[in-house]
């Protein structure tokens, strides 16, 4: 690779070779020896930071697991009392000889009153944005930090009586907070109050560097041009140099005069034969590291790295053929988006551990995901999320946090959104993952269509969408535009609402028909959106998390225990509803769940396999949702232990490059290869129809071939072929060695047969491989245990007189007799 130098100076090329002494920004956590208290009361506890007062709570053993049976009912007391966290800490002289210190909060939710050694020095409001105060004054050799949290209730009453009309959706809409904490249909009401992010000293001396961002101006494949915009803080005028390191190689040495105080300035530097930035199923994520050194003679001020991948996003909305597009552009190439929403992975966030991330995210790879959507009613998340997903190469759909309501717009709460916005684009917007900016979650649609307007006047319906205009078509876009280096904002999702005939024209789109008005699953097939953002059904968590809920080692789903566990009014009753209609349905709690999880991902599958073989009139498939923040029957793919339920196996080979995909038209079956790679696929496409204990019935072969980034109609076999009944038959459809097994019935239909399932399980270095066989097909294939680890797959079909080889990843011994299976033969059979 060739770098080229911009702007190199003799001063430069004698810093590369001189001592350099390290004056930047000395930083003392405060995390140790901190105490809590409900207000009232008079003894004090230890804390942990940063933390949650449920989590304080139960460390110190004072209340019981809030995610067991119903004691989220019995836990509501803690959200309505004021809560105090305190600590000493030492800053000895000479911390306190620096000419400037700074206690820093990245995190305090929410309504919070803060006194340094007995003196009022903050009151924040407002649990996603960071806070700062100058402490050089009243610092002391030894100091105590008091920080009283008030609950949201008191405040979120006094907000609303100020208001002469009544604002949708409750009194959550007042506090800048995580709104899921407020219930959801998937969540449980837990009103957090705590320190949720880092305390810090920050001290220095002359110079200090507030912010960098690396704005990307041009790039092709010849270089990339870019600028370090700094901001900086400066005590004088003074003449420094600035250097640019990529990769550990200078490229730009620049002479700059500082003015005293808050400056910003910006310097040009470019790559040569840059590498680009593609998301995993595309090619390598590339990560450069750029780092920034400020000298003023022989010394270091300041000096930051950050990790920049290099690539062009764009969201192409204009009109083609008549129809207004939806699509992403990376690098120039249009990209089939596949992945699902994202939540907070823990109604309490500090339980979230570095672990956590790591594996969710490596799942969503895993899944062939290759983008996720920051849903906006939970938080802007940790930097270690977003640096994840820089590296393993997955693109956000990252939204504000506003969700399903309308929000207040007097000048406070604009001002409140305004710095919040600045906060959290500065932090995240050198992140190569960030694809795109959204307003808000479903609050235009619910404006247009969920009966919120009903019984306002003109007046109270004019000022409140004013407001939503102010935050949604005005500070957030004017922020984006200009804090990013062009990166697309859109203003609420989905564009237009299920009740606007335009959703499947224009724009994203969110499907609740299926679901929420019980329309068959078929319904996906025969309504594709251009972008479908947000589409589910609920299923079953996995066996363990139910025992740790109902604290039971059999399957219980009707106690109530368990049965506060499901958030929807209707959840119960639509999940059988839906099975009558396609599945056998079980007799026992235990088969239920099995067969409620193969629901959730035939359903679901339909969609996916919908969208993608529209491509490219549809160009994104993300499904609702990926993840739990506690064990609860929801539309996840990955339950609230980290347990994979059927969805997302069926995702992981549903999103493959490569799919081969079928639809049922009358007496058709039409058989599409979907390719979303860079190149074309060329090969031998073999279809063969074969009973259920793998006669052969009928086959053809040809030469089939699908152009890069395109799906293509290869086949359609007509059902005429079929000469017994077509409960009894299936066809295998092979293409370049991937093989799909495609039915014409119901599953409910199929005319399964028990039969015994041969396997053998073999120690591996890292864990097990299980190897199945059968004489007769296994639809839907199960396989549980006790022992902690994951399957590779699941939920499979296991066709007669093949051998299917299942890797299983664990730290732990397994025994064969802890090992267990289910298929759906079992089920239908016995009925």
């Not at 001290?203 to 870019?226: C, G, P």
């Not at 062009?486 to 789109?509: L, N, Q, T």
Request: hydrophobic share 35%; with cysteine; glycine share 6%.
């Amino acid at each position: 690779m060739i770098y080229r130098f911009a702007f190199l100076l003799f001063a430069g090329l004698c810093f590369l070779g001189c001592k350099k002494q390290d004056k930047t920004v000395s930083i003392t956590d405060i995390h140790d020896s901190w105490q809590f208290k409900e207000t009232a009361a008079k003894d004090w506890n230890t804390a942990s930071i940063p933390a949650t007062v449920h989590s304080n709570l139960l460390e110190n053993q004072m209340i019981d697991d809030p995610f067991v049976g119903d004691n989220e009912f019995k836990l509501q007391w803690i959200s309505e009392k004021d809560w105090e966290y305190k600590t000493t800490f030492e800053a000895d002289a000479s911390l306190r000889s620096k000419k400037h210190i700074e206690l820093h909060f990245d995190g305090l939710d929410t309504y919070a009153s803060v006194y340094l050694n007995d003196s009022l020095i903050l009151e924040a409001d407002n649990a996603f944005r960071r806070w700062k105060k100058d402490v050089k004054k009243i610092l002391r050799d030894k100091n105590s930090l008091r920080i009283v949290f008030k609950n949201a209730t008191e405040i979120e009453e006094v907000e609303k009586a100020k208001l002469y009309y009544e604002l949708p959706e409750g009194n959550r809409v007042f506090s800048r907070k995580p709104q899921f904490h407020y219930g959801w249909d998937w969540g449980p009401k837990f009103i957090t109050s705590g320190i949720s992010g880092p305390v810090q000293l920050k001290a220095w001396d002359d110079l200090k560097v507030e912010d960098i961002f690396i704005r990307q101006e041009k790039m092709d494949n010849e270089r990339a041009l870019l600028t370090a915009e700094i901001e900086l803080t400066a005590d004088e005028s003074k003449t420094v140099t600035v250097e640019v390191k990529v990769n550990g190689d200078a490229v730009s040495s620049h002479e700059m005069q500082l003015r005293k105080g808050r400056s910003d300035y910006r310097i040009p530097f470019e790559i040569e034969d840059p590498q680009w930035w593609w998301t995993h199923n595309l090619g390598d994520p590339y990560l450069y590291d750029i780092q920034v050194n400020i000298f003023d003679s022989r010394a270091l001020y300041a000096s930051k790295t950050i990790r920049k991948g290099l690539r062009t996003i764009e969201l192409v909305t204009q009109e083609e053929e008549g129809k207004k597009a939806f699509y992403f552009k990376l690098n120039g190439v249009p990209v089939f988006m596949k992945g699902a929403n994202y939540i907070p992975q823990n109604s309490f966030q500090d339980r979230v551990k570095k672990e956590d991330y790591e594996r969710l995210l490596s799942d969503a790879v895993k899944s062939n995901m290759n983008m996720l959507r920051v849903w906006g009613g939970g938080i802007y998340e940790k930097d270690i999320f977003y640096d994840l997903c820089d590296e393993k190469g997955i693109l956000l759909w990252q939204d504000f946090m506003f969700a399903c309501a309308m929000y207040p717009g007097d000048e406070a709460f604009l001002q409140n959104v305004k710095e919040e916005a600045i906060d959290n684009i500065k932090r995240l917007r050198n992140h190569s993952s960030i694809a795109l900016w959204c307003g808000n979650n479903e609050n235009s649609e619910g404006w247009a269509r969920w009966g919120w307007q009903a019984g306002k006047s003109e007046e109270q319906k004019e000022r409140i969408w004013g407001h939503y205009q102010a935050v949604f078509n005005g500070i957030l876009p004017e922020q984006v535009k200009r804090l990013t280096d062009d990166i697309p904002y859109w203003e609420s999702s989905p564009k237009y609402g299920r009740g606007d005939e335009r959703y499947i024209s224009e724009g994203d789109a969110h499907d609740w028909w299926v679901w929420h008005d019980a329309y068959p699953f078929e319904h996906f097939e025969e309504n594709v959106p251009r972008f479908m953002s947000e589409f589910g059904f609920q299923g079953f968590p996995s066996y363990k998390a139910i025992k740790y809920v109902t604290q039971s080692d059999s399957i219980d789903i009707s106690g109530k225990n368990f049965v506060s566990h499901q958030k929807h009014s209707r959840g119960f009753q639509l999940i059988r509803e839906y099975m009558e209609r396609d599945f056998p349905v079980p007799d026992t709690d235990e088969d239920y769940v099995y067969v409620s999880q193969l629901l959730q991902a035939y359903g679901i599958g339909k969609g996916i396999e919908a969208q993608r073989r529209a491509m490219p009139y549809c160009m994104g498939s993300l499904y609702w949702q990926l993840n739990d923040c506690w064990p609860v029957v929801s539309w996840s793919g990955i339950d609230g232990l980290g347990e994979w339920k059927a969805l997302q196996y069926t995702a992981k080979h549903a999103f493959e490059d490569l799919l081969l995909s079928s639809r049922l038209q009358q007496d058709t079956l039409e058989i599409n290869l979907v390719n979303d790679a860079l190149s074309g696929l060329k090969g031998d496409l073999k279809l063969s129809l074969i009973d259920f204990e793998g006669k052969e019935l009928w086959k053809t072969e040809m030469p089939a071939e699908v152009g890069a980034n395109e799906s293509k109609l290869v086949y359609r076999f007509p059902l005429s072929v079929i000469g017994t009944d077509r409960k009894e038959v299936a066809l295998k459809v092979d293409f370049n060695g991937k093989e799909r097994v495609f039915y014409f019935v119901k599953p409910k239909e199929l005319g399964l047969k028990r039969g015994k399932i041969e396997r053998q399980i073999q120690k591996k270095e890292s864990g097990y491989e299980i190897v199945l066989t059968s004489d007769t097909l296994q639809k839907d294939v199960f396989l549980y245990t006790d022992t902690e680890g994951h399957f590779e797959d699941n939920f499979f079909d296991l066709l007669p007189g093949t051998e299917k080889r299942i890797q299983f990843s664990t730290q732990a011994d397994l025994n064969e007799k802890d090992l267990h299976l289910k298929t759906l033969n079992k089920i239908i059979d016995s009925q």
